[in-house]
């Protein structure tokens, strides 16, 4: 009896879950629009390697990155990372 219990309570909360209409794009687009239409200030980072393979797909050279994108207003804007072995630059 708790087999067919469950799995009846499964088939309703699936039922249930797909029965729901999904947003489309341009409704999701305007929502980011609203949330974001005051910010200002943009901060990205991206940490991973850059890989270089040579002819036959075989690594050569795993160089490790580490950088920050800030944008401020318009006109502002700072970039900073790490390099492998050339150390921390700032631009």
């Known amino acids: 009896m708790r087999v067919v219990g469950r799995g009846a309570a ?15 794009a341009a409704e999701i687009v ?4 609203a949330t974001y239409a ?4 943009y901060e990205f980072a991206f940490d991973g390697n850059v890989q270089d393979f040579g002819i ?5 050279q795993e160089t490790p ?6 944008v401020r207003g318009p006109d ?16």
Do not use: N, Y
């Open 65 to 70: 990155i580490d950088i920050s994108i800030a």
């Open 10 to 24: 499964f088939a309703l909360a699936s039922a249930i879950a797909f029965s729901q209409a999904k947003p489309d």
């Open 38 to 41: 005051t910010t200002t200030q």
């Open 76 to 91: 502002h804007a700072r970039v900073e990372g790490i390099l492998g072995d050339l150390g921390p630059h700032s631009w």
């Open 30 to 33: 305007r929502k980011m629009a």
């Open 56 to 60: 036959d797909g075989k690594l050569i």
